[in-house]
């Protein structure tokens, strides 16, 4: 079989999601030609959101397995599809559904706070979600002496902590990529381009944070780019933020602090994928009803709570 070329993929995705009238969500880490063939792009709290209020019966997720499933989750009259249900987020399925109920029984007064970035048996089990746009104001609903056990991600934990100043219990999982950024990667950036202003996830180690001028999700950054009146920036998430700032036209200058910004899962769903998908109707994300409904409570609360 001939390969289709891009452009040919492209406008073969168009015609057919026109057809059959599918609304594409991406995440800011696709690749370039996605987020330009998306319907809407945004980071993952919004992507919950944008399937919530998406209009017609199927969605196409192009991102990890847990952003298509938490649109499973929130929509349980509308098809979801993916076209890669292999691409899932290591530090996502680095805690099981045990690990918090033994710590729900040593600390039987604690409220689980779990990152969007776990699979539905995690949500199912926490009494709400956040993401890296709200974690701070999720944390603050909840008086100061109340025992949080946020999950999985220690550096988002331990970034919120310092930023609110209080304790937080927190499993130690990382993003294998946002950790892979050093202080040193930075000090080299920094070193070859003066006065840049610095961006920073906090999936990010705190080492890094307290260098600094901005801390926020994949959209948070986006937006601090295009309103600053800087022009200089180095960036310390995954790179596929960059297209979408430069899609703005803005004109910023933009640095990666490390070269080792590429999620290969967020990476490995293509246009060739995504036509597949919706040439098949594959794969379709179906959550049991039971996990489904408690996980949709810690969802919808993160979206009444953190919006
Ligand atoms: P955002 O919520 O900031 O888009 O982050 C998602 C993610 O997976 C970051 O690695
Ligand atoms: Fe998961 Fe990190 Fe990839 Fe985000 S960048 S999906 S947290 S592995």
Redesign the pocket.
């Known amino acids: 079989m001939i390969k289709k070329d891009e452009q040919q993929l492209i406008q073969a995705i168009r015609n057919l999601k026109k057809e059959k009238s599918i609304y594409i969500i991406a ?3 696709q690749r370039e030609a996605i987020q330009d063939i998306a319907d809407f792009v945004g ?3 919004s992507m919950a959101v944008a399937a919530k209020q998406s209009p017609g019966n199927i969605i196409l997720v192009a991102g990890v397995d847990f952003m298509a499933e938490s649109a499973a989750i929130l929509c349980p009259d509308k098809m979801v599809l993916s076209p890669e249900p292999l691409a899932t ?1 290591p530090m996502a399925n680095s805690i099981s559904a045990a690990d918090v109920l033994a710590y729900k029984e040593q600390h039987p007064d604690s409220i689980i706070v779990s990152y969007v ?1 776990t699979p539905a048996e995690i949500k199912a089990v926490s009494d709400i979600c956040c ?3 709200n974690a701070e104001k999720i944390i603050n609903r909840f008086p100061q002496e109340t025992n949080i056990y946020f999950i999985p991600d220690q550096n988002l934990a331990v970034n919120v902590a310092h930023k609110l100043g209080r304790k937080l219990d927190y499993f130690a999982s990382f ?1 294998p ?2 950790a892979r950024v050093t202080k040193e990667d930075l000090v080299k950036q920094q070193e070859a381009e003066p006065g840049a202003m610095f961006a920073v ?1 906090p ?1 990010c180690g705190p080492e890094l944070v307290a260098m600094a001028d901005y801390c926020g ?3 948070g950054i986006i937006n601090y780019v295009l309103t600053s009146p800087a022009d200089k920036f180095i960036i310390a ?2 790179c596929g933020v960059i297209h979408a700032i430069n899609k703005a036209n803005a004109n910023k200058q933009l640095f990666l602090a490390s070269e080792d910004l590429i ?1 290969p899962n967020m990476k490995s769903i293509t246009l060739d994928k995504i036509l597949y998908s919706i040439e098949q109707m594959q794969t379709i994300i179906t959550v049991p009803e039971n996990i489904r409904v408690r996980a949709a409570m810690a969802l919808e609360k993160m979206i009444a709570y953190g919006s």
């Open positions: 995440h800011y880490y980071d993952s709290y987020c970035n993401t890296s746009s993003c990529i946002h996830h999936e999700s994949t959209a998430t995954e999620c």
